[in-house]
């Protein structure tokens, strides 16, 4: 068995470590944050100092994919999910058994485990802090990296932390997140960083978290994620009685940015009626913005030769996207089973033919989910700054077409329905429901629903953000 070295310690660093760790491998986890995860939820949430990242304290959403990884692999995580309070979720529970054609076997793959960012994140460090082939370090800043010539191609020896120890293992793999400073790191040592494709996502979040007095959570009146005009709203139940509520705007739009003020973001939100039950509880952070957040995708394997040898990039640190779709971590988790099973197929990870594999591999499996969000993410933004400046989106795109008529008419039939919960939790993606002839025939036999008179329209959305 491998002796792997992880750098970062957040989701995707521990549940790579607990999949490896589980193998047999013996796993040492650096995390340059010095905090251990606090046992109590409450702590989690309120006072874990978690600087290394970003988005720590934002709502997020865990999909049923997660869940399915976690049910198959590693069921002491969704055990310990539960004894923490996490939320099971079914979206057909709860709809009208004629309106989903009755329950059918399989249904189950529509379960979501899931809770606030930190809960579920001590709850999975947690459980690999106490796996006997995982060391946790904490407090252990990665600052510059040992390379060694090996046939002409670099190969990463060791990871050398702050006060200067150096970790090295068969296998060292970044998890070290979107702002992984391996890329810059193999550069100062001499090598050559990965390739790189990065594009501002143009999105921007206004978000707070809510609480309620008696653990009960509003009702999902249209979906976690609606899109309205210029702006959509998101609403994510969380464990324990909480929940997000968060404004995803255009970056460029310039008054959106009124929100920041919570009296206006309240204003908003108590604006549209599907959305405005979601303020009735107890607001447990400030209004919080984050924006400028990249699509970025690296690339270790360039005209067939690694940049780099002895070395793999999971989760963020491979490929980050815009995160209205909530499908981060999911995405991430997929990849560290890719890196398990890449690790079972072929142990040799120092070869510089590990690395091609390891690369096509991420490309076949992997890859392909992180491409599934941009062609949305794309039409939304054009979409929104359509109705910023009043002008007609009209692009010629199938997928457009696709999901604006499974979007609005979800509801009516039953695999219709199935269809687009396939998409937005992360069961089927969107270019393997549009090979489904059809499923494709049925969505466009009917043009889609208007949305008209349910939220507001950009003036209406100025009026109050200028009241
Ligand atoms: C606003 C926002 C909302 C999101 N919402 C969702 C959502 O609802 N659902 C979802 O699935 N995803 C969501 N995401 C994406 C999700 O947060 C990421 O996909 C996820 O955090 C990736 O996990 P990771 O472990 O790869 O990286 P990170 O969570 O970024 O963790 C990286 C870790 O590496 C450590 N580190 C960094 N540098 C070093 C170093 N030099 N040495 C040692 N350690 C280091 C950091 O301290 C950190 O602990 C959201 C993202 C954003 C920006």
Redesign the pocket.
């Known amino acids: 068995m491998s002796k792997i070295v992880i ?8 549940l790579t470590a607990l999949l490896l760790a589980e193998d047999g491998h013996e796993v040492t986890v ?4 010095p905090a251990k995860p606090p046992a109590d939820v409450e702590d989690a949430w309120n006072s874990w100092e ?7 304290r ?6 049923a994919g ?1 869940k399915r990884v976690l049910d198959g692999e590693l069921p002491q995580v969704v055990e310990a999910l539960d004894e923490a309070g996490a939320l099971r979720v079914n979206f057909l529970e709860g709809i009208p058994e004629e309106m989903i054609g009755g329950r059918q076997d399989g249904d189950e793959v529509y379960s979501t485990i899931t809770g606030r ?1 930190p809960v579920v ?1 001590a709850v999975v460090a947690r459980v690999a802090a106490a796996h006997p082939g995982i060391e946790v370090l904490r407090g ?4 510059s990296v040992n390379l060694e010539d090996r046939d002409g191609v670099p190969h990463l020896a060791a990871l050398v ?1 702050e006060s200067g120890q150096e970790f090295s293992g068969d296998l060292i793999v970044d ?7 391996t890329p810059r790191l193999l550069a100062e040592a001499g090598g050559r960083s990965p390739d790189e494709e990065l594009e501002d996502s143009g999105f921007i ?1 206004y ?1 707070r978290s809510f609480k309620s007095a008696d653990g009960s959570l509003p009702a999902v009146l249209g979906g976690l994620n609606q899109n309205y005009d210029s702006i959509s709203i998101l609403t ?1 139940p969380a464990d324990n009685g909480t929940w997000f509520v968060g404004i995803v705007a255009a970056g460029s739009d310039a008054e959106m940015r009124k929100v920041m003020n919570e009296e206006t973001w309240t204003r908003v939100i108590s604006s549209y009626p599907l959305v405005s039950h979601w303020l009735d509880g107890e607001p447990t952070s400030e209004v919080k913005a ?1 924006g400028k ?1 990249e699509d970025r995708i690296r690339r270790c394997v360039v005209d067939g030769q690694p940049v780099v040898t002895g070395y793999a990039a ?4 491979w490929a ?1 996207t815009n ?1 209205s779709l ?7 988790l997929y990849h560290a089973l890719a890196l398990r099973d890449q690790m079972r197929a072929d142990p040799a990870a120092q070869t510089a033919e590990w690395a091609r594999s390891w690369s096509r591999r991420t490309e076949d499996d992997v890859e392909p989910w992180y491409s599934d969000g941009l062609g949305p993410d794309r039409l939304r933004l054009g979409e929104i700054e359509a109705q910023i400046v009043g002008a007609r989106f009209e692009p010629d795109d199938e997928l457009y077409e696709f999901m604006r008529r499974i979007g609005s008419r979800g509801m009516e039939h039953p695999r219709l329905l199935r269809a687009l919960l396939d998409s937005a939790l992360m069961i089927r993606k969107w270019s393997e429901l549009l090979e489904d002839e059809e499923l494709v025939e049925m969505a466009m036999a009917e043009p889609a629903a208007s949305a008209e008179g349910v939220g507001l329209d950009r003036s209406q959305l100025l009026e109050i953000l200028n009241a």
């Open positions: 750098m970062g310690g957040a989701i995707i660093g521990q650096l995390e340059r944050d978690r600087t290394g990242v970003r988005q720590f934002i709502g997020h959403w865990f999909h997660f960012r994140e252990q800043a990665v600052t932390t998890a070290a997140g979107r702002n992984s400073p979040y978000g994510l984050m957040i999971v989760g963020d640190a980050c995160p909530g499908r981060g971590a999911t995405i991430g």
